[in-house]
């Protein structure tokens, strides 16, 4: 056979050397898809900016269940946390069953931090021992529940308030942490993602920076490994010394990101009551008039083009994510 000169045979073996192995082929085919935001997956487009407006504490008093009642019908609330334990729960719960529409979910509470509105576990005082006081009432701090009480015990506290706001016939859309008891500690932070899986329902969650100057910073990728959603973003504290509530809420809301951000308040009309058991009763009843009559508020967000959801939107997002097409409140 004639052999061929080695100058013509040196472009064949490069071709040879350069092609890919099959198996080459394949890692090459192999590209990761892009994450697909938030707000995609609940139908915006990823510019756009969506707000969410829950109202915590109701339950606590009639002058907060007044206030979200009308703030969620007439104003830009667009979701509330009950106090299930609150001495107001069953007015709530009346008006959750009333009317089904409304997006309400549990506001849970291992504390009890005024003077003179108190409230006790909802779980038998033999299941959670270390979860009140020697009046019988839940402890008035964060650190006092993690001295004397375990993991185990706000489990079964946070899940007895949830059965019975269930109970009740409230459909439950959302979890949050009264005070952050269940955000503040990372074994305690367990039992908020244990019970977000087992009921299957949506968590607040501080912004990842915020987590992470806490050190949390693993927090939200062990929720999306569980399926568990939670909107991108947090406005929590950053008030400035001497700044009116008015002048916070205005500033904070004018250049909100894209995605999905929550926004929470403590809206309460003004009266007698608010003033007797809480120093921040002029602070309660402004965010009240703020997210419900405020036109400059309503402005902010109108020139912004803001979107605004309830919790309800993502609770259903998730349990279709998630292959679970039960009922809420079924479990």
Same mark, same amino acid.
């Not at 270390?130 to 993991?151: E, R």
């Not at 079964?156 to 109970?167: D, L």
């Not at 932070?189 to 009921?199: C, D, G, P």
């Given at each position: 056979m004639k052999k061929l000169p080695l100058l013509l045979l040196l472009p064949v073996l490069t071709l040879l050397l350069a092609a890919p192995t099959p198996q080459a082929r394949t890692r090459a085919r192999v590209v990761k898809a892009p994450r697909v935001s938030l707000a995609e997956r609940l139908g915006f487009k990823a510019t756009d900016k969506i707000l969410i407006v829950n109202v915590d504490d109701i339950g606590n008093s009639h002058a907060a269940n007044t206030a979200v009642m009308d703030a969620m019908q007439t104003g830009l609330a667009t979701c509330a946390t009950i106090i299930v334990p609150g001495p107001w729960f069953p007015e709530i719960a009346s008006y959750a069953r009333k009317h089904p529409q409304a997006d309400f979910g549990v506001h849970l509470a291992?504390?009890?931090?005024? =003077?003179?509105?108190?409230?006790? *576990?909802?779980? +038998?005082? +033999?299941?959670?021992?270390?979860? @009140?006081? *020697?009046?019988?009432? !839940?402890?008035?701090?964060? $650190? +006092?529940?993690?001295?004397? +009480?375990?993991?185990?015990? %706000?489990?079964?506290?946070?899940? /007895?308030? #949830?059965?019975? %706001?269930?109970?009740?016939? #409230?459909?439950?859309?959302?979890?949050?942490? &009264?005070?952050?008891? !269940?955000?503040?500690?990372? /074994?305690? @932070?367990?039992?908020?993602?244990?019970? =977000?899986?087992? @009921?299957?329902? *949506?968590?607040? $969650?501080?912004?990842?920076?915020?987590? /992470?100057?806490?050190?949390?910073?693993?927090?939200?990728?062990?929720?999306?490994?569980?399926?568990? #959603?939670?909107?991108?973003?947090?406005? &929590?504290?950053?008030?400035? *010394?001497?700044?009116? $509530?008015?002048?916070y809420w205005k500033r904070m809301l004018s250049d909100l990101k894209p995605g999905v951000t929550e926004a929470y308040i403590h809206a309460s009309a003004a009266g007698d009551e608010l003033s007797a058991f809480t120093n921040t009763a002029g602070d309660r009843a402004e965010e009240y008039r703020l997210f419900t009559r405020d036109p400059e508020i309503r402005r902010i967000l109108d020139a912004q083009n803001v979107k605004r959801v309830g919790y309800r939107a993502l609770r259903d997002l998730q349990r279709k994510a998630r292959g679970n097409g039960r009922s809420a409140g079924t479990k």
């Open positions: 291992h504390t009890s931090e005024w =003077a003179t509105l108190k409230w006790s *576990p909802v779980a +038998s005082r +033999s299941e959670v021992p270390g979860l @009140f006081d *020697p009046q019988g009432y !839940l402890w008035p701090d964060i $650190m +006092s529940v993690y001295k004397n +009480s375990t993991p185990e015990q %706000a489990y079964i506290e946070a899940r /007895a308030q #949830i059965k019975k %706001a269930q109970a009740a016939g #409230i459909d439950v859309t959302h979890l949050d942490s &009264h005070m952050g008891t !269940l955000q503040y500690n990372e /074994a305690y @932070f367990q039992v908020y993602r244990r019970l =977000a899986k087992e @009921f299957d329902l *949506p968590l607040r $969650m501080g912004s990842q920076e915020l987590l /992470a100057a806490q050190g949390g910073g693993q927090q939200r990728g062990q929720l999306d490994e569980d399926g568990i #959603i939670y909107p991108d973003y947090l406005i &929590h504290g950053g008030r400035k *010394p001497g700044e009116s $509530m008015s002048d």
